[in-house]
């Protein structure tokens, strides 16, 4: 006569595992990890009901439900630690209020993610971690957005020089890259990155800022066409309207002109 019990309580430990896995990110995803006290809570139950039926397929049964219970309450902990890495999506729905400050060496990863998913691409994400290594980089200007504890966007500024025809130097700034996941587009994140990066940018005593972006929405703050300064990307094909400047100081781009210069590392775009 043949048992089937070992079989069968095999397969159903496999499909208990199964769901539980997508259970934990969605979970996470609505509630976060304050969602644990629920696993617990029903993997007291399943624990303590397999205690009292006899049948030993159920019982075993309702011991492997308790015991998946108790093993998601450290997943969803782990799953937070992965939305925050970039690895799952975070849950723009959820409220909390979103904080920009410094990026340190645990953002990185975060980064270069963001970087990724808002471009479609990984040359972004590879151009802001070869410009750390330039001893020109600047920590106070590469900053993040936080939204309950996870990093949601990220802008960089990085000097560069405008050249006028004689070939003098003019230190300014570029502002690139900034990422927003798509996810948290469209709700101010940007926004609140560019302004205090401005902010920044004149804590750090710089008096412009040059930006190829999108030319309706960088002159809200403030961008007009570089080359009503007299002042030339050093793209052939870029569009007049594309490529602004923004002085932080009044007048100091005054008899300034040239052509911008970035620094190596932008040659990627070329």
Sequence with gaps: MLHYEGILIGLLSFVIIGVFHPLVIKTEYYWGKGSWWLYLLFGIVFAVASLFISDMFWSVL????????????????????????????????RKGLVTVRQETSADYDSIRRINERAFGRLDEGFLIEKLRRNSLFNPALSLVAEKNNIVVGHILFFP???????????????????????????????????????????????????????PDYYPRFGFQKASLYGIKSPYDDCPDEAFMILELKEGALSGISGKVCYTKEFDIFN
Aim: positive net charge; proline residues 6%; hydrophobic residues 40%.
């Design 62 to 93: 309702l011991g492997v439900l308790a015991f998946s219970c108790f093993w998601t309450i450290k997943e969803t902990f782990e799953q937070e630690g992965r939305v925050k890495k970039g690895w799952f999506p975070a849950n723009p729905r």
């Design 160 to 214: 560069l020089d405008i050249i006028d025809p004689s070939g003098n130097k003019y230190r300014s700034l570029g502002l690139a890259p900034m990422s927003v996941f798509p996810e948290f587009q469209s709700a101010g994140i940007g926004s609140g990155l560019v302004r205090k990066g401005l902010q920044a940018a004149k804590q750090q005593s710089y008096d412009s800022v040059v930006v190829l972006g999108h």
